[in-house]
């Protein structure tokens, strides 16, 4: 493989503004893409994946190169010949990148890779505190998985097309999907593409959703005509599918506490072609008060470590904090002390999070079962959703009733 100069200089650049300025991963990419129209999609597959894999990898990768933080530009350039080596790509003969053997870095991998958050490239106390909940054989598969590039999962929007004839439209625009056995509404991807571009996307044929996340909304039981409360609907990729398995009949509340999700929300509800769906932000505890014991389903998908999407979000790793995830734990309680109190008696509350860590999972159910609120519920069901064992996105899921 040659590389191009003005490809690495782009990577470079990114991984700067990540590691460096704190700029989230996906956003450098977004912008590292538009840097030049001329690029084909081989040139800007090999920036978004480089800048991924190196953010995915940065603890091993500094170790191998014997870098800290803040990484200067020099040092930048020693991550990027570590991801050249272990790539097997040959180093180019340009002043910005020393000349290594690679029997060096490839000896410190192998040594380095016989310890786990090293060879994952996870932070100590993040390896810490899965190991504390999960396990140690369950955290190191599941590490192993959440390290691996996710797959690009469409969910069908059925209110607009069968999942037979989105493959078929797709696939007029070159784009070859299989359907996934056990998720009804989902297709993958057989090579990555640029599924925004088509005019299946733009019709609003489907949306790129994980096949994890999928089922989380089906996991409600909704039917036509309900009233659904969709507490943390953030731009709406549940409301969305929860609208299409109601048929655009009954009402859905999306509410969160950002006004700018709930606008894209609205955006996308348009192109789905969804009509039932109004939109409340929390600016207050009024909006929750009026809907108490009113609605038939309730969706908390709750705010959380996200944990279960590192496949998808590697800097998460980076960014998180021990005192966020303290944070978080309380602010999951509250919500489920609060926002529980609008199912009506007979009704179902689905509490949800991208996370695998019991302590923002069941254990916060069972936390809520004995309190207070949570004397009223009976425990239905709930799924542990592991990536190791799925091959998609680690997920949480609980159903619980409201006595009648
Ligand atoms: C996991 S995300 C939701 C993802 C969204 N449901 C989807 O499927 O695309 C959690 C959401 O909770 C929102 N949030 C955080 N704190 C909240 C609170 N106290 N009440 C309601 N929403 C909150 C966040 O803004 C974020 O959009």
Known sequence: MRLHRNL???????????????????????????????????????????????????????EIAEVKEPYSRPNLWRLFSVWCVLKGIQLPDWKQIEPTPNRRIKGRFDELSKTR??????????DQICVEELGEDVWTQEMAALNKQAEVILRTNTLNIS???????????DIDTEPIKGYESALKLVERANVFKTDAFKKGFFEVQDASSQLVAEYLEVTPGMKVVDTCAGAGGKTLHIASLMKNKGQIIAMDIYESKLKKLKIRARRNKVHNIDTKVIDS???????????????????????????????????????????????????????????KPGGKLVYATCSVLPSENQQQVDKFLTSEAGKEFTFVKDNKVLASKSGFDGFYMAQLERKQ
């Open 117 to 126: 958050k090293f060879r994952e490239s996870i932070p100590d106390w993040i």
């Open 8 to 62: 690495v200089f782009t990577v470079i650049d990114s991984i700067h503004d990540i590691f460096n300025e704190d700029v989230y991963a996906d956003k450098a990419v977004e912008k590292a893409l538009k840097r030049d129209k001329r690029w084909g999609s081989r040139d800007r597959k090999f920036v978004a994946e480089t800048i991924y894999d190196i953010v995915r990898w940065k603890r091993l990768y500094a």
């Open 285 to 343: 505890t009024k909006p929750i008060k009026k809907l108490y014991n009113k609605a038939d389903r309730v969706l908390i998908d709750a705010p959380c470590s996200g944990i279960g999407v590192l496949r998808r979000n590697p800097d998460s790793k980076w960014k998180l904090q021990p005192e966020f995830l303290d944070e978080i734990r309380k602010v999951q309680q509250d919500i489920l002390q609060q926002y529980s109190k609008m199912v």
């Open 163 to 173: 999942k037979e004839n989105l493959r078929k439209e797709l696939s007029k625009e």
